[in-house]
Protein backbone atom coordinates (compact mmCIF):
# COMPACT_ATOMS: atom_id res chain seq x y z
CA UNK A 1 0.00 0.00 0.00
CA UNK A 2 1.68 3.28 -0.86
CA UNK A 3 1.91 5.94 1.63
CA UNK A 4 -1.32 7.76 0.48
CA UNK A 5 -3.47 4.84 0.39
CA UNK A 6 -2.23 3.95 3.98
CA UNK A 7 -3.86 7.45 5.15
CA UNK A 8 -6.93 7.22 2.94
CA UNK A 9 -10.44 6.94 4.11
CA UNK A 10 -11.82 7.72 0.91
CA UNK A 11 -15.65 6.33 0.37
CA UNK A 12 -15.19 5.14 4.12
CA UNK A 13 -18.40 6.46 6.43
CA UNK A 14 -17.06 8.41 9.56
CA UNK A 15 -19.88 9.62 12.74
CA UNK A 16 -18.29 12.08 15.28
CA UNK A 17 -19.95 13.09 18.54
CA UNK A 18 -19.03 16.86 19.76
CA UNK A 19 -19.02 18.21 15.87
CA UNK A 20 -20.08 21.49 16.11
CA UNK A 21 -17.44 22.89 17.88
CA UNK A 22 -13.69 22.53 18.62
CA UNK A 23 -11.65 19.51 18.27
CA UNK A 24 -14.52 17.11 16.85
CA UNK A 25 -15.28 19.74 14.08
CA UNK A 26 -11.68 19.54 12.68
CA UNK A 27 -12.12 15.61 13.20
CA UNK A 28 -15.29 15.82 10.50
CA UNK A 29 -13.52 18.33 8.50
CA UNK A 30 -10.20 16.07 8.41
CA UNK A 31 -12.22 13.61 7.30
CA UNK A 32 -14.38 14.74 5.23
CA UNK A 33 -11.35 16.56 3.09
CA UNK A 34 -9.71 13.49 3.03
CA UNK A 35 -13.25 11.80 1.59
CA UNK A 36 -14.96 9.88 3.94
CA UNK A 37 -18.81 10.31 4.42
CA UNK A 38 -19.66 12.26 7.26
CA UNK A 39 -22.37 12.27 10.42
CA UNK A 40 -21.89 15.10 12.58
CA UNK A 41 -23.69 14.65 16.26
CA UNK A 42 -24.26 17.24 18.45
CA UNK A 43 -26.45 18.95 21.29
CA UNK A 44 -25.99 22.58 19.77
CA UNK A 45 -27.56 23.18 16.46
CA UNK A 46 -25.74 26.22 15.39
CA UNK A 47 -22.48 24.79 15.65
CA UNK A 48 -23.40 21.56 13.53
CA UNK A 49 -24.21 24.15 10.87
CA UNK A 50 -21.14 26.25 11.06
CA UNK A 51 -19.55 22.78 10.84
CA UNK A 52 -21.31 21.63 7.60
CA UNK A 53 -20.70 25.01 6.23
CA UNK A 54 -16.49 23.70 6.43
CA UNK A 55 -17.64 20.33 5.26
CA UNK A 56 -18.66 22.16 1.67
CA UNK A 57 -20.34 19.04 0.99
CA UNK A 58 -23.48 16.39 1.48
CA UNK A 59 -22.85 15.87 6.18
CA UNK A 60 -25.82 13.89 7.92
CA UNK A 61 -26.62 16.48 10.65
CA UNK A 62 -28.12 15.31 13.92
CA UNK A 63 -28.67 17.53 16.54
CA UNK A 64 -28.58 15.30 20.20
CA UNK A 65 -27.66 14.15 23.71
CA UNK A 66 -24.64 12.20 24.07
CA UNK A 67 -26.19 11.14 27.80
CA UNK A 68 -29.49 9.87 25.73
CA UNK A 69 -28.93 6.32 24.98
CA UNK A 70 -32.19 6.29 22.18
CA UNK A 71 -31.10 9.31 20.28
CA UNK A 72 -27.46 8.09 20.38
CA UNK A 73 -28.78 4.57 19.00
CA UNK A 74 -30.97 6.43 16.42
CA UNK A 75 -28.20 8.84 15.40
CA UNK A 76 -26.17 5.80 14.24
CA UNK A 77 -29.06 3.86 12.58
CA UNK A 78 -29.80 7.23 10.61
CA UNK A 79 -25.87 7.55 9.74
CA UNK A 80 -26.51 3.77 8.24
CA UNK A 81 -29.42 4.15 6.85
CA UNK A 82 -27.71 7.02 4.78
CA UNK A 83 -24.44 6.17 3.95
CA UNK A 84 -24.81 2.16 4.19
CA UNK A 85 -21.76 1.70 6.75
CA UNK A 86 -20.22 2.78 9.81
CA UNK A 87 -16.66 2.63 9.14
CA UNK A 88 -15.29 5.07 11.78
CA UNK A 89 -16.20 6.57 15.16
CA UNK A 90 -15.06 9.08 17.01
CA UNK A 91 -17.09 9.43 20.39
CA UNK A 92 -16.02 13.06 21.29
CA UNK A 93 -18.17 14.96 22.80
CA UNK A 94 -17.47 16.00 26.69
CA UNK A 95 -17.90 19.06 29.01
CA UNK A 96 -15.61 20.48 31.77
CA UNK A 97 -16.38 20.31 35.63
CA UNK A 98 -19.11 23.11 35.81
CA UNK A 99 -17.64 24.46 38.98
CA UNK A 100 -14.22 23.09 39.29
CA UNK A 101 -13.20 22.34 43.07
CA UNK A 102 -12.12 20.25 45.76
CA UNK A 103 -14.35 17.27 46.05
CA UNK A 104 -15.62 18.12 49.42
CA UNK A 105 -16.89 21.23 48.00
CA UNK A 106 -18.37 19.34 44.89
CA UNK A 107 -21.91 18.99 43.95
CA UNK A 108 -23.68 15.65 43.41
CA UNK A 109 -25.55 17.58 40.26
CA UNK A 110 -22.54 18.68 38.72
CA UNK A 111 -20.73 15.11 39.62
CA UNK A 112 -23.76 13.26 37.71
CA UNK A 113 -23.78 16.09 34.98
CA UNK A 114 -20.18 15.18 33.67
CA UNK A 115 -20.65 11.34 34.29
CA UNK A 116 -23.43 11.59 32.04
CA UNK A 117 -21.86 13.52 29.00
CA UNK A 118 -18.38 12.04 29.52
CA UNK A 119 -18.70 8.61 30.77
CA UNK A 120 -22.28 7.26 29.51
CA UNK A 121 -21.80 9.51 26.09
CA UNK A 122 -18.98 7.30 25.56
CA UNK A 123 -20.31 4.18 26.79
CA UNK A 124 -23.86 5.02 24.65
CA UNK A 125 -21.89 5.97 21.18
CA UNK A 126 -19.28 3.00 21.98
CA UNK A 127 -22.05 0.85 22.69
CA UNK A 128 -24.42 1.45 19.64
CA UNK A 129 -20.81 1.60 17.29
CA UNK A 130 -20.06 -2.10 18.24
CA UNK A 131 -23.72 -2.98 17.62
CA UNK A 132 -23.45 -1.98 13.79
CA UNK A 133 -19.42 -2.46 13.59
CA UNK A 134 -19.68 -6.31 14.64
CA UNK A 135 -22.58 -7.21 12.88
CA UNK A 136 -20.10 -5.59 9.13
CA UNK A 137 -17.08 -7.34 10.91
CA UNK A 138 -15.34 -3.95 10.86
CA UNK A 139 -14.72 -0.38 12.13
CA UNK A 140 -12.28 2.05 14.28
CA UNK A 141 -13.56 3.65 17.12
CA UNK A 142 -11.56 6.90 18.66
CA UNK A 143 -12.03 8.27 22.24
CA UNK A 144 -11.50 11.25 23.28
CA UNK A 145 -10.03 11.25 26.65
CA UNK A 146 -7.45 13.77 27.69
CA UNK A 147 -4.17 14.04 29.32
CA UNK A 148 -6.35 14.42 32.56
CA UNK A 149 -7.37 10.77 31.79
CA UNK A 150 -3.31 9.74 32.56
CA UNK A 151 -2.86 12.05 35.65
CA UNK A 152 -4.77 14.55 37.92
CA UNK A 153 -4.89 17.99 37.29
CA UNK A 154 -5.32 20.09 40.36
CA UNK A 155 -1.54 21.44 40.58
CA UNK A 156 -3.21 23.72 38.23
CA UNK A 157 -7.29 23.06 38.04
CA UNK A 158 -9.00 20.86 40.73
CA UNK A 159 -11.60 19.26 38.21
CA UNK A 160 -12.69 15.76 39.92
CA UNK A 161 -15.93 14.67 37.70
CA UNK A 162 -13.63 15.49 34.43
CA UNK A 163 -10.70 13.51 35.72
CA UNK A 164 -12.42 10.64 36.91
CA UNK A 165 -14.39 10.45 33.65
CA UNK A 166 -11.16 10.50 31.37
CA UNK A 167 -9.33 7.96 33.31
CA UNK A 168 -12.37 5.44 32.61
CA UNK A 169 -12.38 6.50 29.07
CA UNK A 170 -8.86 5.40 29.00
CA UNK A 171 -9.41 2.27 30.49
CA UNK A 172 -12.61 1.29 28.83
CA UNK A 173 -10.81 1.89 25.40
CA UNK A 174 -8.20 -0.73 26.80
CA UNK A 175 -11.08 -3.31 27.61
CA UNK A 176 -12.83 -2.34 24.63
CA UNK A 177 -9.29 -2.73 22.34
CA UNK A 178 -9.11 -6.55 23.96
CA UNK A 179 -12.83 -7.45 23.61
CA UNK A 180 -13.60 -7.25 19.49
CA UNK A 181 -8.89 -7.17 19.17
CA UNK A 182 -9.87 -10.39 16.93
CA UNK A 183 -12.84 -8.87 14.99
CA UNK A 184 -11.63 -6.70 12.71
CA UNK A 185 -12.13 -3.62 15.21
CA UNK A 186 -9.78 -1.43 16.36
CA UNK A 187 -10.87 0.61 19.51
CA UNK A 188 -8.28 3.75 20.15
CA UNK A 189 -8.06 6.86 22.58
CA UNK A 190 -6.91 10.20 22.14
CA UNK A 191 -5.24 12.09 25.41
CA UNK A 192 -5.09 16.00 24.34
CA UNK A 193 -3.53 18.52 25.87
CA UNK A 194 -4.21 22.34 25.75
CA UNK A 195 -6.20 23.21 22.67
CA UNK A 196 -7.97 26.21 21.99
CA UNK A 197 -11.38 25.36 21.80
CA UNK A 198 -14.71 26.30 23.85
CA UNK A 199 -14.01 24.24 26.21
CA UNK A 200 -11.60 26.25 28.10
CA UNK A 201 -11.88 30.00 29.11
CA UNK A 202 -9.46 30.91 26.13
CA UNK A 203 -9.43 34.14 25.77
CA UNK A 204 -8.48 34.76 29.58
CA UNK A 205 -5.39 35.79 30.03
CA UNK A 206 -4.74 34.01 33.09
CA UNK A 207 -5.94 30.46 32.04
CA UNK A 208 -3.59 30.80 28.62
CA UNK A 209 -0.77 31.74 31.03
CA UNK A 210 -1.57 28.75 33.48
CA UNK A 211 -2.00 26.62 30.55
CA UNK A 212 1.44 27.89 28.36
CA UNK A 213 3.49 27.49 31.23
CA UNK A 214 2.23 24.12 32.09
CA UNK A 215 3.44 22.87 28.63
CA UNK A 216 6.82 22.02 27.86
CA UNK A 217 6.13 23.55 24.43
CA UNK A 218 5.36 26.65 25.39
CA UNK A 219 2.48 26.91 23.76
CA UNK A 220 -1.19 25.29 23.85
CA UNK A 221 -2.24 23.89 20.83
CA UNK A 222 -4.84 25.20 17.65
CA UNK A 223 -7.85 22.87 17.49
CA UNK A 224 -6.80 21.95 14.01
CA UNK A 225 -3.79 20.27 14.95
CA UNK A 226 -5.86 17.63 16.40
CA UNK A 227 -6.47 16.31 12.64
CA UNK A 228 -3.28 14.33 12.01
CA UNK A 229 -3.97 11.89 14.99
CA UNK A 230 -7.14 11.68 13.60
CA UNK A 231 -6.35 10.99 10.67
CA UNK A 232 -3.81 8.10 11.79
CA UNK A 233 -6.21 6.64 14.22
CA UNK A 234 -9.30 6.41 11.56
CA UNK A 235 -7.19 5.03 8.81
CA UNK A 236 -5.10 1.80 7.74
CA UNK A 237 -2.15 3.62 8.77
CA UNK A 238 -3.10 2.31 12.41
CA UNK A 239 -4.77 -1.24 11.80
CA UNK A 240 -1.84 -2.62 13.84
CA UNK A 241 -2.70 -0.42 16.83
CA UNK A 242 -5.76 -1.20 19.63
CA UNK A 243 -6.83 -0.41 23.03
CA UNK A 244 -4.17 2.26 23.40
CA UNK A 245 -3.55 5.77 24.00
CA UNK A 246 -2.30 8.34 21.44
CA UNK A 247 -1.28 11.42 23.38
CA UNK A 248 -0.93 14.66 21.98
CA UNK A 249 0.00 17.16 24.72
CA UNK A 250 3.12 19.24 23.62
CA UNK A 251 5.05 17.34 26.24
CA UNK A 252 3.34 17.64 29.63
CA UNK A 253 2.92 13.98 30.22
CA UNK A 254 6.57 13.19 29.74
CA UNK A 255 7.42 15.51 33.03
N1 LIG B 1 -9.73 21.48 24.32
C1 LIG B 1 -8.90 20.83 25.10
O1 LIG B 1 -7.91 21.38 25.56
C2 LIG B 1 -9.17 19.38 25.43
C3 LIG B 1 -8.19 18.70 26.14
C4 LIG B 1 -8.40 17.36 26.45
C5 LIG B 1 -9.56 16.75 26.07
N2 LIG B 1 -10.52 17.45 25.40
C6 LIG B 1 -11.75 16.74 25.06
O2 LIG B 1 -12.04 16.96 23.71
C7 LIG B 1 -13.43 16.75 23.50
C8 LIG B 1 -13.96 17.88 22.65
O3 LIG B 1 -13.88 19.08 23.42
P1 LIG B 1 -13.50 20.47 22.78
O4 LIG B 1 -12.24 20.91 23.39
O5 LIG B 1 -13.60 20.39 21.32
O6 LIG B 1 -14.65 21.37 23.41
P2 LIG B 1 -15.83 22.20 22.72
O7 LIG B 1 -16.62 22.71 23.87
O8 LIG B 1 -15.28 23.16 21.75
O9 LIG B 1 -16.66 21.09 21.94
C9 LIG B 1 -17.44 20.13 22.60
C10 LIG B 1 -18.66 19.85 21.74
O10 LIG B 1 -19.42 18.82 22.39
C11 LIG B 1 -20.78 19.20 22.35
N3 LIG B 1 -21.50 18.60 23.45
C12 LIG B 1 -21.41 18.90 24.76
N4 LIG B 1 -22.25 18.15 25.47
C13 LIG B 1 -22.90 17.37 24.59
C14 LIG B 1 -23.90 16.39 24.71
N5 LIG B 1 -24.43 16.09 25.92
N6 LIG B 1 -24.33 15.76 23.61
C15 LIG B 1 -23.82 16.06 22.39
N7 LIG B 1 -22.88 16.99 22.21
C16 LIG B 1 -22.43 17.65 23.30
C17 LIG B 1 -20.77 20.72 22.46
O11 LIG B 1 -21.99 21.29 22.00
C18 LIG B 1 -19.58 21.06 21.59
O12 LIG B 1 -19.96 21.24 20.25
C19 LIG B 1 -14.06 16.64 24.87
O13 LIG B 1 -14.30 15.29 25.19
C20 LIG B 1 -12.99 17.21 25.78
O14 LIG B 1 -13.07 16.71 27.09
C21 LIG B 1 -10.34 18.75 25.08
Known amino acids: MSINDIFNVSGKVAFVTGAGSGLGREMAVAMAENGASVACF ?95 GSGKIINTASMWGLAGSSSIFPLPAYNATKGAVVNLTRELGLQYATQNIQVNAICPGFFKTALGPVDDPEFMAVTTNFTPMGRVAEASEIKGTALYLASSASDFVTGTTLVIDGGCMAK
Not at 47 to 55: C, N, P, S, V, Y
Not at 69 to 92: Q, Y
Not at 98 to 115: A, C, F, G, Q
Open 42 to 136: DINAEGLAITADLIGKDALLIEGDVADEAAVDAAIAACVERFGSLDVVFANAGIGDPEPSLLHEYSTENWNKVIGVNLNGVFNTNRAALRQMVAQ
